[in-house]
């Protein structure tokens, strides 16, 4: 089950109108915009989404080619490759950027967008850390192996069955009891990570400094993120946005929720301390003239997560440090994601946080469009009273001309991203510009395409992949009943 917002009603998708190719060509949306060391020709934007196209082993794939030249097809501003693990590390089949070996892959891919865009659209890379978050393991298994029998459930079993005898049982004998019985039982004797790990899988934290891995993090992720970004600079890629947001390392640094007590926790000044230094080693790697953007939380909209002034905050100390841009995201957090299924693992978007980050028709009063911008203009506020210019990114259920005109008449942001309507239809930022916005296929905000992310299958759009099945060459997924890509946009004779 996901999150649902209460009194939800089903939204109709906002009207636009469609500019001709003139109107278009006078928009700010299409008027170019310098973004660090790159100048964007337009202030299109397709943020990071995760096609789960990569090998087991994080290399780039045909598939993974032929899905960025696609929406490059669509000539946007800026596209951002899917998180990027900066790791050496097995993790499925995510993009991985942590060894030199990734290079040539990374590289093809650079050119593929290059050749399919025309070299009109900039490519960022978008780079990620993650920590370990195991499946919903089965009971049986999870007491007879995975927990960890100590003095403190032997005093608590016998304090709850009120028999002195198990303060000497041996640790079979309490699994086993423990094995057999009921929640009530469990949860008097578990403590709060130990129900966790029971209900939901273990998941490690930023604050578990017990875990000398995890008490070194600041130690060793300056360096890592800033191999992996000298590794961006190398393929060709023409910026690397620092991944600060979501359920990921870094965004648990800054979280409001990190009371590490080694100086990179507590206040705020303390949390944003680690993200500052990664940003530090990887200006210093790449050099000042690359594009080093961040993306990060406007809001956790998680239980005594960090709000809006917290990123008030840390968008003026990133403006300050000289990152060249700030694109804004919401909430996806781990803290209240629902309960899997045994096998499966605990999914950062299923939750409210979850749901602000991806907001589906099925909405409260405010509905799921532009429903973020309020969180970007904020920041963007902050930061240009500080003297700053530094370019803001908002996203969240934007999908019209006038949407995003309106965004950037009204000051709120610099530039638009839309991922789902980019997905529905890559090429809609072409189609705007040239007139033909009447053709934009719209994406309905019903999520079928994050579900198949949510299963960690081959993302597509449900607009598209059952269509024209039987073209010749059509590349479909791995269950063989889905295209992998949209058809490509056959346009008139008259647009040419
Ligand atoms: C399938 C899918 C994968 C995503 N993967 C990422 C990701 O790798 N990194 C990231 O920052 N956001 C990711 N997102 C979030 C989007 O970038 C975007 O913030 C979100 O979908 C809201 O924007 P939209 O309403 O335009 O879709 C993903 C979204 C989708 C639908
Ligand atoms: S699957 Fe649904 S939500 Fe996702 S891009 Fe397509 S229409 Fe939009």
Known sequence: MTWRPPNRTRHELPATHHPSREEAARALLFQPIRVGACLLEERTWVPA???????????????????????????????????????????GPLLRIGHDRFLPGLRDLVAAVRRAGGGRTRLFIQIIDFLAVKRRPDPAKFFARFLDITERH?????????????????????????????????????????????????????????????????GVLPAIFAGAARRAREAGFDGVELHYAHAYTMASFLSALNDRADGYGGSRENRVRLPLEVYAAVRASVGDDYTVGVRFLGDEVIEGGSRLEDAIYFGREFARAGFDYLSLSKGGKFEDAEQPKVGHAVYPYTGESGYECMPTALSDARGPFGRSVPLAAAVKRAVNDDGDATPVVTTGGICTFDQAEEILRRGEADIVGAARQSLADPDWFLKVRTGRGAQVRRCTYTNYCEALDQAHKQVTCKLWDRARLDEPGVALSADGRRRLLPPKWERQNDER
């Open 154 to 218: 032997r005093r608590a079993l016998a304090l709850a069955t009120e028999d002195e005898s198990w303060t000497g049982a041996d640790d079979a004998r309490v699994r086993q009891f423990l094995a057999a019985s009921p929640g009530g039982l469990i949860e008097r004797v578990l403590d709060e990570r130990e129900l966790e790990s029971l209900r939901k899988g273990y998941r490690e934290r930023v604050t578990d400094t017990h875990l000398a891995h995890i008490a070194e993090l600041p």
């Open 49 to 91: 989404m995760v096609p789960w196209r990569a090998t087991e082993d994080g290399f780039v794939t045909r598939e993974n080619l032929e899905w960025y030249a696609r929406f490059a097809e669509g000539q946007p501003g800026a596209i951002v490759v899917e998180a990027t693990g900066v790791r050496d590390i097995p993790s």
